[in-house]
């Protein structure tokens, strides 16, 4: 079965920068929309970035102008380039996946949704 896998978290300084990345495992037939979300310590999970391909691209108030999000929708590879860091960034990044797995799934509206396994990202100095 597809999955998504990510990779690029780590350890950054407050400034500083850093890109993750999140691959399917194989090639999906419609991707709807792709997501990274976050959760910190004691905290819930929260959407930081989602584009949709109708061209709706949707970020949280606290990552406007830092983050953006991308995507090679030939690979179904997505990435999160965040620059100038806060200690506040600090969580587990997931990225999510909405769409179609298969043509076969599409016609039946069987929809799919995919979450990777997560990477943290640590801003400290």
């Known amino acids: 079965q597809v999955h998504l896998v990510e990779s690029g978290g780590g350890l950054v300084q407050p400034g500083g920068s850093l890109s993750i990345s999140c691959a399917a495992s194989?090639?999906?037939?419609?991707?709807?929309?792709r997501g990274w979300y976050r959760q910190a310590p004691g905290k819930e999970r929260e959407l930081v970035a989602r584009?949709?391909?109708?061209?709706?691209?949707q970020y949280a108030d606290s990552v406007l102008g830092r983050f953006t999000i991308a995507r090679e929708s030939a690979e179904s590879t997505a990435f999160l380039q965040m620059n100038r860091l806060k200690p506040e960034d600090t969580a587990v990044y997931y990225c999510?996946?909405?769409?179609?797995?298969?043509?076969?799934?599409?016609?039946?509206?069987?929809?799919?949704?995919?979450w990777g396994q997560g990477t943290l990202v640590t801003v400290s100095s």
């Open positions: 584009h949709t391909n109708s061209g709706d691209t």
């Open positions: 999510n996946l909405e769409g179609y797995e298969s043509i076969y799934t599409f016609r039946r509206k069987r929809p799919l949704e995919l």
């Open positions: 194989a090639s999906i037939y419609r991707v709807n929309a």
